[in-house]
Protein backbone atom coordinates (compact mmCIF):
# COMPACT_ATOMS: atom_id res chain seq x y z
CA UNK A 1 0.00 0.00 0.00
CA UNK A 2 1.16 3.07 -0.43
CA UNK A 3 1.93 6.13 2.29
CA UNK A 4 -0.48 8.69 2.05
CA UNK A 5 0.96 12.04 1.27
CA UNK A 6 1.65 14.20 4.36
CA UNK A 7 -0.48 17.13 4.52
CA UNK A 8 0.49 20.38 5.51
CA UNK A 9 -1.64 22.67 7.41
CA UNK A 10 -2.45 26.23 9.03
CA UNK A 11 -4.01 28.91 9.63
CA UNK A 12 -2.98 32.24 9.80
CA UNK A 13 -5.04 35.93 11.55
CA UNK A 14 -5.04 39.36 10.69
CA UNK A 15 -7.03 41.95 13.29
CA UNK A 16 -8.29 45.32 11.70
CA UNK A 17 -9.36 46.90 14.72
CA UNK A 18 -11.09 49.75 13.47
CA UNK A 19 -12.52 48.16 10.34
CA UNK A 20 -15.96 46.45 10.53
CA UNK A 21 -16.67 42.91 8.72
CA UNK A 22 -18.94 44.43 6.29
CA UNK A 23 -16.08 46.85 4.81
CA UNK A 24 -13.55 44.17 4.57
CA UNK A 25 -15.85 41.57 3.06
CA UNK A 26 -17.08 43.53 -0.33
CA UNK A 27 -12.77 43.44 -0.84
CA UNK A 28 -12.48 39.66 -0.08
CA UNK A 29 -15.67 38.46 -2.46
CA UNK A 30 -14.58 40.29 -5.50
CA UNK A 31 -12.30 36.54 -6.23
CA UNK A 32 -10.69 38.44 -9.25
CA UNK A 33 -9.96 41.22 -7.65
CA UNK A 34 -6.97 39.76 -5.64
CA UNK A 35 -4.24 41.96 -7.21
CA UNK A 36 -5.35 45.01 -5.42
CA UNK A 37 -4.40 43.44 -1.78
CA UNK A 38 -2.26 40.65 -2.22
CA UNK A 39 1.56 41.68 -2.45
CA UNK A 40 3.89 41.10 -5.81
CA UNK A 41 0.63 40.40 -7.69
CA UNK A 42 0.17 42.61 -10.69
CA UNK A 43 -2.54 40.79 -12.11
CA UNK A 44 -5.84 38.37 -11.22
CA UNK A 45 -9.00 38.18 -13.58
CA UNK A 46 -11.54 35.87 -14.48
CA UNK A 47 -10.89 32.59 -16.81
CA UNK A 48 -13.85 30.97 -16.06
CA UNK A 49 -17.29 30.76 -14.49
CA UNK A 50 -20.05 33.11 -13.02
CA UNK A 51 -18.86 35.86 -10.67
CA UNK A 52 -19.59 34.84 -7.17
CA UNK A 53 -20.20 31.58 -7.77
CA UNK A 54 -18.82 28.27 -7.16
CA UNK A 55 -16.89 27.35 -9.90
CA UNK A 56 -15.36 30.62 -10.84
CA UNK A 57 -11.79 30.40 -12.08
CA UNK A 58 -9.39 32.76 -11.98
CA UNK A 59 -6.01 33.64 -13.17
CA UNK A 60 -3.26 35.04 -11.11
CA UNK A 61 -0.11 36.58 -12.04
CA UNK A 62 3.22 38.23 -11.35
CA UNK A 63 5.12 40.61 -13.29
CA UNK A 64 8.15 38.47 -14.41
CA UNK A 65 11.04 39.60 -12.39
CA UNK A 66 14.49 37.61 -12.49
CA UNK A 67 12.87 34.30 -11.80
CA UNK A 68 9.81 35.47 -14.28
CA UNK A 69 6.48 35.15 -14.19
CA UNK A 70 5.14 33.10 -11.29
CA UNK A 71 1.50 31.91 -12.18
CA UNK A 72 -1.42 30.08 -10.77
CA UNK A 73 -5.16 29.09 -11.94
CA UNK A 74 -7.55 29.01 -9.13
CA UNK A 75 -11.01 27.86 -8.37
CA UNK A 76 -13.29 28.85 -6.16
CA UNK A 77 -15.53 25.97 -4.29
CA UNK A 78 -17.55 27.74 -1.77
CA UNK A 79 -19.01 31.48 -0.97
CA UNK A 80 -20.89 32.52 1.97
CA UNK A 81 -21.82 35.98 1.95
CA UNK A 82 -24.10 35.67 5.11
CA UNK A 83 -21.09 33.77 6.60
CA UNK A 84 -18.61 35.94 5.16
CA UNK A 85 -16.25 32.97 3.87
CA UNK A 86 -14.96 31.20 0.52
CA UNK A 87 -12.66 28.61 0.05
CA UNK A 88 -10.82 27.84 -2.97
CA UNK A 89 -8.23 25.33 -4.92
CA UNK A 90 -5.20 26.03 -6.47
CA UNK A 91 -5.64 24.33 -10.05
CA UNK A 92 -2.51 24.42 -11.64
CA UNK A 93 0.27 26.90 -11.08
CA UNK A 94 4.12 27.18 -11.71
CA UNK A 95 4.87 27.74 -8.25
CA UNK A 96 4.76 23.90 -7.00
CA UNK A 97 1.56 23.89 -5.03
CA UNK A 98 0.24 20.78 -4.76
CA UNK A 99 -3.62 19.83 -3.89
CA UNK A 100 -3.60 23.53 -2.23
CA UNK A 101 -7.05 24.51 -0.73
CA UNK A 102 -7.90 27.46 1.63
CA UNK A 103 -10.57 29.22 3.60
CA UNK A 104 -10.67 32.55 4.35
CA UNK A 105 -13.72 33.63 6.65
CA UNK A 106 -13.79 37.64 8.00
CA UNK A 107 -15.05 37.74 11.80
CA UNK A 108 -16.31 40.41 13.20
CA UNK A 109 -14.32 41.15 16.97
CA UNK A 110 -15.42 43.08 19.93
CA UNK A 111 -15.20 47.07 19.36
CA UNK A 112 -16.58 47.06 16.01
CA UNK A 113 -13.44 45.59 14.20
CA UNK A 114 -12.53 42.28 12.59
CA UNK A 115 -10.54 39.65 12.43
CA UNK A 116 -9.81 37.75 8.82
CA UNK A 117 -8.66 34.30 9.19
CA UNK A 118 -6.65 31.73 6.43
CA UNK A 119 -6.46 28.51 6.81
CA UNK A 120 -4.93 26.22 4.72
CA UNK A 121 -4.16 22.67 3.71
CA UNK A 122 -1.52 21.51 1.09
CA UNK A 123 0.58 18.90 0.00
CA UNK A 124 4.30 19.62 0.45
CA UNK A 125 5.52 22.01 -2.12
CA UNK A 126 9.31 21.23 -3.42
CA UNK A 127 11.87 23.41 -1.92
CA UNK A 128 10.28 24.53 1.02
CA UNK A 129 9.06 23.40 4.81
CA UNK A 130 5.52 23.45 6.21
CA UNK A 131 6.60 26.33 8.04
CA UNK A 132 8.26 28.46 5.29
CA UNK A 133 4.70 28.21 3.77
CA UNK A 134 2.65 29.19 7.26
CA UNK A 135 5.15 32.16 7.30
CA UNK A 136 4.35 33.42 3.57
CA UNK A 137 0.70 32.86 4.39
CA UNK A 138 0.79 34.89 7.41
CA UNK A 139 2.60 37.27 5.76
CA UNK A 140 0.80 37.90 2.50
CA UNK A 141 -2.28 38.51 5.15
CA UNK A 142 -0.91 40.82 7.40
CA UNK A 143 -0.12 42.93 4.22
CA UNK A 144 -3.38 42.55 2.74
CA UNK A 145 -5.04 43.58 6.30
CA UNK A 146 -2.69 46.98 6.25
CA UNK A 147 -3.64 47.83 2.29
CA UNK A 148 -7.53 47.00 3.22
CA UNK A 149 -7.30 48.72 6.04
CA UNK A 150 -5.94 51.85 4.15
CA UNK A 151 -7.84 51.69 1.62
CA UNK A 152 -11.46 51.76 3.53
CA UNK A 153 -10.22 54.94 5.93
CA UNK A 154 -8.96 56.65 2.78
CA UNK A 155 -12.35 55.85 1.06
CA UNK A 156 -14.77 56.93 3.85
CA UNK A 157 -12.36 59.60 5.29
CA UNK A 158 -12.39 58.51 8.89
CA UNK A 159 -12.07 55.82 11.04
CA UNK A 160 -15.29 54.67 11.46
CA UNK A 161 -17.70 52.81 9.20
Given at each position: ????E?R ?5 T ?14 L ?9 F ?7 Q?E????K ?6 C ?7 GV ?7 L ?13 LD ?13 V?P ?10 S ?5 I???R?D ?11 F?A ?6 I ?5 S???
Amino acid sequence: MEEPEPRWEGKATAELKTTAPDQVWPLLEDFCGIHKWFPDLDTSYQVEGEKGKPGLTRYCANNPGESGVKWAKEKLLTIDPIQRCFSYEVLDNNIGFNSYVATIKVLPVDGGGCRIEWSFASGPIEGWRSDDLGSFIDSCLQFMAKKMEAAIKNEDGSSCG
